[in-house]
């Protein structure tokens, strides 16, 4: 009974201490993953900021530079013919700064998701994509309820960032997208019919689809994100929202 008792004892103090060690792993890993998708959200962040900056100095600034140029041609008193053509040139500089204003101002908040919210934008987005030609895509929703704002922004950058993906890089020739509301939370389907790709371990850094930026957006908004992906089945996403009836609206 004795000896009973005592490797019951060593058996119950092995078996917890087993317990706190994988307690221990499962909160290192828990928070390694959280760091992993807070630099990815930093890094999304300067990719956007960088990629703004490009488009403002190639674009409008160079754009910018040569009406300079032009109007600095022009001359009191001078040959009538060659200032009317710097002022044509230099207004024709001017319509394709304004456009080009107006693309830089509708990729960082588009009108129709300002306006009228998530689905109407990702309607949009989809519609857009499917009259190209290149795949056929298929959006649906149940209900048209605007979101927060932070969450309707997340959503579109998300969509649009599987979307790019699934054009440059799964091949695909059908993509459906479906948004519904379960109660107290907001659901966001895609789905590809691309080659797909091998998904990698939590934890990791790597992922055909840019993972760890869609999940740090996601995570951002207090959303999770639920990815199936394997070779040649192509990309199933699921991202989950909770939703206050407070924090909606028609």
Same mark, same amino acid.
């Given at each position: 009974m004795?000896l009973l008792a ?8 092995v078996y ?5 060690a994988?307690h221990r ?5 828990e928070?390694?993953?959280?760091q992993a998708?807070l630099a990815?959200?930093v890094?999304v962040q300067?990719?956007?900021r960088?990629r ?5 100095h190639d674009?409008? !600034?160079?754009l910018?530079?040569a009406?300079r140029l032009y109007?600095?041609?022009m001359?009191?008193?001078g040959d009538a ?5 710097? #002022?044509q040139?230099?207004?024709?500089i001017?319509d ?5 204003t107006? #693309? ?8 129709e ?5 998530f689905i109407?934008?990702a309607?949009?987005?989809c519609d857009?994509?499917?009259n190209?030609?290149?795949?056929s ?8 309820k605007?979101?927060p704002?932070?969450k309707e922004?997340a959503l579109? #950058? ?7 993906n699934?054009i440059?890089h799964?091949?695909?020739? #059908? ?8 109660r ?7 789905q590809?019919n691309?080659?797909g790709f ?6 990791t850094s790597?992922?055909?689809l840019g993972?760890k930026?869609?999940e740090?957006?996601i995570?951002l ?6 990815y199936?992906?394997a070779? !040649?089945q192509?990309?199933s996403?699921n991202?989950?929202l ?8 028609n």
């Amino acid at each position: 009974m004795l000896l009973l008792a005592v490797a019951l004892v060593v058996f119950f103090v092995v078996y917890q201490r087993r317990l706190l060690a994988q307690h221990r792993q499962m909160q290192q890993e828990e928070i390694r993953h959280q760091q992993a998708l807070l630099a990815a959200a930093v890094d999304v962040q300067e990719a956007e900021r960088r990629r703004i900056a490009r488009d403002l100095h190639d674009d409008i !600034g160079s754009l910018l530079t040569a009406a300079r140029l032009y109007l600095r041609q022009m001359k009191a008193g001078g040959d009538a013919g060659r200032n009317e053509e710097i #002022r044509q040139e230099s207004l024709n500089i001017l319509d394709e700064i304004i456009q080009n204003t107006r #693309r830089i101002t509708h990729d960082l908040l588009p009108a129709e998701l300002e306006k009228f919210g998530f689905i109407a934008a990702a309607e949009d987005l989809c519609d857009r994509l499917n009259n190209s030609g290149g795949v056929s895509v298929d959006f649906t929703a149940t209900v048209n309820k605007r979101l927060p704002e932070q969450k309707e922004i997340a959503l579109y #950058r998300v969509l649009q960032e599987l979307l790019n993906n699934t054009i440059k890089h799964a091949e695909a020739k #059908r993509i459906e997208v479906h948004a519904d509301w379960l109660r107290d939370r907001f659901r966001f389907a895609y789905q590809d019919n691309g080659r797909g790709f091998e998904m990698p371990e939590r934890g990791t850094s790597t992922g055909g689809l840019g993972l760890k930026n869609i999940e740090s957006r996601i995570s951002l908004v207090g959303g999770s994100v639920d990815y199936r992906a394997a070779p !040649g089945q192509g990309v199933s996403v699921n991202i989950d929202l909770p939703i206050t009836q407070e924090s909606t609206s028609n």
